[in-house]
């Protein structure tokens, strides 16, 4: 995670923290088996150009007129999902994958040797990822809760951790396996997976994803780099911080990216680019 403002990592703060311990919730080890995963022609694959909201902190608004909500696995419940899935949307569960939250109800369940250098952000540090005997189960759990709760896709946070100071000495080729795992984690249950940033490792890592999560890919240049996943007919999801929708939407239309304008810390507020730019559908909705 490079990102000055990066990840979903808009948890911001400890107010938020304290926000996110009142309301997390365990993942329910007694929930019911949901049946064999779908095939991959019926799991959810969005398509590029599609609208969406992302939203991680404050309190949810289900009356965001987007098909796509990307929102937090853990603080988000299951009345929720059931209230966005009868409205016909779909939904994305936010999960941290490489790194540990202290601030999660399972954060006492991950050992302390799988623990690494601080990601950026308060109360979070980088995983060992090359240990996945260890970590496989705990994601797994995870996973698990997503399905359980009605998710339709994962969005895996933090998957970079190679090119970062983790305090590993993680390598690309460890990066691929445990991204590769996660992928399959989700793909098992029946879930789409998308890919958080990670742009060097695209060519190798695009036929395992449904689609792709991008930050600030207009303000470094390097939007053009995600066209493996439009190629292959799979949406590239993409927020700017910095900039105005009037510096990115042009190029967002041309590369047929879900682009939006979003705050750093992720609440409710969003701004699409305008329908003249190109993507249907596409509206402001600053709040």
Known sequence: MRRPYGRGSALLAASLLLLLAACTAEPDEDAPDSGPAPSPEERWQPEPGIDWQWQLSGELDTSVDAPVYDIDGFNTTKDQIATLKAAGRKTICYLSTGAWEEFRPDAKDFPEALLGEGNG??????????????????????????????????????????????????????????????????????????????????????????????????EYEECERLTPFIEAGKAVFHVEYELATSRFCGLSAEL????????????????????????????????
């Not at 080729?173 to 789409?192: E, F, T, V």
């Not at 047929?256 to 596409?282: F, N």
């Open 256 to 287: 047929r990216l879900s682009s939006l304008q979003k705050k750093p810390d992720l609440d409710t507020w969003r701004r699409t680019c305008p329908a003249d730019h190109g993507r249907p559908g596409s509206r402001s909705t600053a709040g």
């Open 121 to 218: 952000w308060e109360g979070e540090r980088w995983l060992d990822i090359r240990r996945t005997a260890e970590l496989e189960p705990l994601m797994a759990k995870r996973i698990d809760m997503c399905r359980d709760k009605g998710f339709d896709a994962v969005e895996p946070d933090n998957m970079d951790g190679y090119d970062n100071t983790s305090g590993f000495p993680l390598t690309a080729g460890d990066q691929l396996a445990y991204n590769r795992l996660i992928a399959k984690l989700a793909h098992d249950r029946g879930l789409s997976v998308g890919l958080k940033n990670d742009l060097d490792q695209i060519p190798q890592l695009v036929g395992a994803f449904d689609f792709a999560v991008n930050e600030q890919c207009a």
